[in-house]
């Protein structure tokens, strides 16, 4: 079920390299590549899910909500992460010049099934 969820939010998104259902503590629920011989979002995943444990850390002691959703933009790297509960997240990982917008919103649109499944 998670693999179809992730298969469908990167293949319909250009530029879409990968994603991961990931845990906070770096396990990885499922994974997709598209582009197997670009990153390895396995690897992404663990390293920024300690960054996002920190920004959710951040966002508690300034009392302004939970941390809902984090992209970083690299040279070489476009990933945008999508909380789905406290303990876990959805992290897909885009070309530079990939469809941010498009991304975030069918993330958004597979959350609450991703949400369920867990």
């Given at each position: 079920?998670?693999?179809?969820?992730?298969?469908?939010?990167?293949?319909?998104?250009?530029?879409?390299?990968?994603?991961?259902?990931?845990?906070?503590?770096?396990?990885?629920?499922?994974?997709?590549?598209?582009?197997?011989?670009?990153?390895?979002?396995?690897?992404?995943?663990?390293?920024?899910?300690?960054?996002?444990?920190?920004?959710?850390?951040?966002?508690?002691?300034?009392?302004?909500?939970?941390?809902?959703?984090?992209?970083?933009?690299?040279?070489?790297?476009?990933?945008?992460?999508?909380?789905?509960?406290?303990?876990?997240?959805?992290?897909?990982?885009?070309?530079?010049?990939?469809?941010?917008?498009?991304?975030?919103?069918?993330?958004?649109?597979?959350?609450p099934k991703l949400i369920e499944q867990l």
């Amino acid at each position: 079920m998670f693999a179809e969820a992730l298969k469908k939010v990167i293949d319909n998104v250009d530029g879409g390299i990968g994603g991961v259902i990931m845990g906070l503590d770096g396990i990885p629920v499922e994974v997709y590549t598209r582009q197997t011989d670009r990153i390895d979002i396995t690897t992404d995943g663990m390293e920024f899910s300690f960054i996002l444990a920190q920004v959710r850390k951040a966002a508690d002691s300034l009392q302004v909500g939970n941390c809902e959703e984090l992209a970083v933009k690299a040279e070489k790297l476009m990933l945008v992460i999508r909380m789905l509960d406290s303990r876990y997240f959805f992290a897909v990982a885009l070309a530079p010049d990939g469809n941010f917008g498009k991304a975030r919103y069918l993330m958004r649109l597979a959350s609450p099934k991703l949400i369920e499944q867990l």
